[in-house]
Structure formats: structure tokens, C-alpha cells
């Protein structure tokens, strides 16, 4: 199983240990990433719960991306940071190292810098699209990709957890030549600016291996509780400023912290690691069950500050 695969199987069983889908559904989603019945059941045990919730016996009331009801899934939260000020993305299409690719664009007026916006493991979903238009909105020009468009993109998968199983299937290799092609767009989209990186959950892992790749076109990268690359090592990335995100109950991602920090230490790297108290994984996203209002407010700040010190 690559590292991907293992993480987003772990997900999915701290998910159902937290109540936020039940054991059928777990099982369900750990059977289309190519899980037994005994491995997944065993995975569930390991991860702190074996049977239903009382969250779980009303999954169908749920959304299936997200564990949140589905109105709030579907409409997000009008009062999340930046959204009063979020400017509307429109689909674009690029070129990738093996054909289209798909993305949202939210163009700023007058733009600061430029973002990478990179999506969880449900693929490109309206909550991403949204922080493309949240950060176009505080004057920097963002790209979400869809790191399914090879696939067809994100569209095409009527249900989350088929996205999520794809996703799994796709090779390391190909996510960081995806994101290298979206770095060009970026700069032919937005001339002279400066380009950063962010991405949340599977995405901030998926920043980690951008820097990780050695992307000498990023000034500035922030990885929100993202799984960390074996033996990552960033000299080819190391004029990137890191702010590095997680949650302070996060002890799955929070246990490669050290490593990080380690390899940003050895790179020569600017960097601030944020451990966020009291809120868990997944602690930003505003259509989930985990999200904070507050440290999503006040983390949003931090990383606005971020980008306008290393972008401009």
C-alpha cells in the first residue's frame, strides 16, 4: 500500500472511530481502496472503534463527502474567514504533463502574489473552490487543481468516496508533475508575482511533496496537518517560507511533526510550525463536522500575514 493509500485508509477509520460515519459505510470506503473485509475490519479496531455510533446509524443524513449534514456541505458557512471578501473562480482548463488539466481560477485585481490551492481527498470540491476565491479576494490570484483530471476530473464521481479511492490509485510521481504544471499556469497567469503553495489535509501533504520535489518557484508554502513525505528533504526547495499548520489533537499527522521540523531545520528553511490547541484534524474546512470558526479565524490571519511578508 503506498503512503497515500495507507494515510487516506487511516482517515477513514478515525473518521468512523469519531462518529462521523458508521462501520457498513467505513467498510464501504475501505473496500474501494482494495481493503479485505479482515484487513479493514482490523484497521477499525486499531483506530479506536469496532462498531456503530449513533452518528453513523443516521448516515443517510449526511453527506457522504464530508460526515456534516448535507445543507452544510452544500452551502459551506457565509461567516467562514475571508468568505465576505471571496471573489467567484471560474473553470479553466491547462496543459499537464499527460493532457488536461482542470482547475478553478479566482483572479485578483490586482494581484500580490499567486497561490496553489491544493484539495483534500475528495478532490476539487466547492469548499476548495471557495478558498481559490478567498484568497483571490485578499489580492492573491489562486489556481485550485484537480488533481483528478486524469481521471475525468472530480465532477465525474457522483459519490465522494469513489474520488477518494481514485485519488489513492494515483501515483506520487504524477500529483507532483500535476502541481509543477499548475506552478506554470500560475505564472503565466499571473506574470511577476511571486507563487505560493497551500493545501489542507491530503493537499498539505501534497504541499510537503512539492517542496519536497525540489520546486525552486515557490516563495512560500503552507501545509495545514498534512502527512509528511518518507524521508522528505526540501534543499531544493529552501527558498520557500514554511508555515506549517496542525491541529493540536491531530496525533496522527501531529507524530511526523518532529521529522518536519527536522527537515526544514537541515534545508536552511524560513519556517513557523503552528500547532493550533484544543481543535482536531480538518479543523479549517467549513463544511466538515471538526470545524472550528474561531482558529479557522485566527489561523486564516496568520497565513494572509504569511503570504504578504514571503509573497509581497
Known amino acids: ?51 456503530d455510533t449513533a452518528a453513523g446509524q443516521s448516515s443517510a443524513a449526511t453527506s457522504p463527502g ?13 461567516t467562514a474567514p475571508g468568505m465576505s471578501t471571496a471573489l467567484p473562480t471560474e473553470a479553466i482548463t491547462f496543459a499537464g504533463p499527460n493532457g488536461t488539466l482542470q482547475g478553478a481560477w479566482a483572479a485578483a485585481p490586482s494581484p500580490k502574489g499567486a497561490v496553489l490551492v491544493l484539495h483534500e481527498n475528495k478532490g476539487l470540491t466547492d469548499h476548495i473552490r471557495t478558498i481559490a476565491g478567498r484568497l483571490a479576494g485578499a489580492g492573491y490570484s489562486s489556481l485550485a487543481v484537480d488533481l483528478l483530471s486524469e481521471k475525468g476530473g472530480t465532477a465525474t464521481f457522483s459519490d465522494p468516496a469513489q474520488a477518494t479511492a481514485a485519488l489513492a ?10 502541481m509543477k504544471a499548475g506552478v506554470v499556469e500560475l505564472q503565466k497567469r499571473a506574470p511577476g508575482a511571486k507563487v505560493g503553495a497551500i493545501g ?9 511533496s512539492l517542496l519536497a520535489s525540489g520546486e525552486p518557484q515557490l516563495s512560500a508554502a503552507v501545509p495545514f496537518y498534512g502527512p509528511l513525505p518518507d524521508n522528505a528533504n526540501f534543499d531544493g526547495s529552501k527558498n520557500a517560507a514554511v508555515l506549517a499548520v496542525y491541529a493540536g489533537l491531530d496525533k496522527r499527522v501531529n507524530a511526523s511533526m518532529p521529522e518536519a521540523e527536522t527537515a526544514l531545520k537541515a534545508a536552511g528553511m524560513r519556517y513557523r510550525v503552528q500547532t493550533v490547541p484544543g481543535v482536531d484534524h480538518a479543523f479549517f474546512n467549513d463544511t466538515g463536522a471538526r470545524y472550528n470558526e474561531g482558529a479557522a479565524t485566527t489561523v486564516y490571519g496568520q497565513v494572509l500575514e504569511w503570504f504578504s511578508t514571503y509573497l509581497g
Do not use: N
Open 66 to 78: 464530508s460526515g456534516a449534514p448535507a445543507s452544510a456541505a452544500a452551502s459551506g458557512s457565509a
Open 169 to 178: 490509485d494515483i501515483p506520487a510521481e504524477q500529483f507532483v508533475a500535476d
Open 1 to 51: 500500500m503506498t503512503p497515500f493509500k495507507q494515510y487516506i485508509a487511516e482517515e477513514i477509520a478515525i473518521d468512523h472511530a469519531d462518529g462521523l460515519f458508521g462501520r457498513r459505510e467505513a467498510l464501504r470506503r475501505l473496500g474501494l481502496l482494495g481493503l479485505t473485509a479482515a484487513s479493514a475490519s482490523a484497521l477499525l479496531a486499531a483506530c479506536g472503534s469496532d462498531s
Open 200 to 208: 489542507f489535509c491530503f493537499g498539505g501533504g501534497l504541499v510537503w
